[in-house]
């Protein structure tokens, strides 16, 4: 699991890993108008240090409930089972930081061994679990695997389409993101953009 920081733009723009800001310094009646000056210059230094949001990272959870095997390549194992223990690591990780936005779920959710099991939409159904009830959104990216199991008409209509289930938030053109809109610019787009601060804007790309 990753947890990035965006920092304020006035100080320097750029993703860093995890950013925490020390707390400011109290002021009170007693200071010296010197001391006074000091804590406010070093409040302000302080707050422009602070995140501007946080968000979490993970990729190529790859589950399925299949027992462990060799890689396609044959050069490492395999634990499939144990991806999705994995995930909800991740998961709590997130919640107890108590300050992320949203998350970006990279591709590959489940593996594509799933289809010869005939067990595609169980293993989805199982990972997806995992992001039931949070806080914040999850903006999942579809990869190769996906397609493995599942067709683009099957992945437009499922939850792994954020944009269709509402939880964009406000997009960067100031207005609620709607599906109707998207399928009247190409009939299975399935890309959209958000900005979660305002200077900053993600674009979820359909790969394939």
């Known amino acids: 699991a990753v947890v990035a920081t965006a920092k304020c733009p006035h100080c320097r723009l750029g993703l860093r890993e995890d950013i925490h800001p020390t707390s400011s310094p109290r002021l009170g009646f007693l200071y010296k108008l010197s001391d006074m000056q000091a804590a ?62 949203f998350v970006l779920q990279l ?15 169980n293993a989805l159904a199982a990972v997806l679990k995992e992001f039931e009830d949070l806080p914040f959104a ?36 100031g207005k609620s993101d709607s599906t109707k809109d998207l399928v009247e610019k190409e009939a299975d787009a399935a890309y959209y953009d958000f900005c979660p601060h305002k200077g ?3 674009v979820v790309l359909d790969n394939y």
């Open 200 to 202: 900053y804007r993600f």
């Open 107 to 121: 591709g590959d959710i489940i593996d594509g061994f799933n289809t010869r099991r005939k067990n595609s939409e």
């Open 40 to 101: 406010m210059a070093t409040t302000k230094e302080e707050s422009s240090n602070r995140p501007l949001f946080s968000f979490g990272v993970i990729a190529d959870v790859q589950y399925g409930d299949l027992d462990d095997a060799k890689n396609f390549s044959q050069t490492k194992w395999r634990y499939y089972r144990n991806a999705l223990y994995l995930l909800r690591e991740a998961v709590q990780h997130w919640k107890k930081e108590n300050r992320i936005q």
């Open 138 to 173: 999850v903006h999942h990216v579809w990869g190769n695997h996906e397609f493995y199991n599942f067709s683009r008409s099957y992945l437009m209509e499922s939850p792994l389409f954020t944009a269709q289930l509402g939880k964009t938030s406000q997009n960067c053109h």
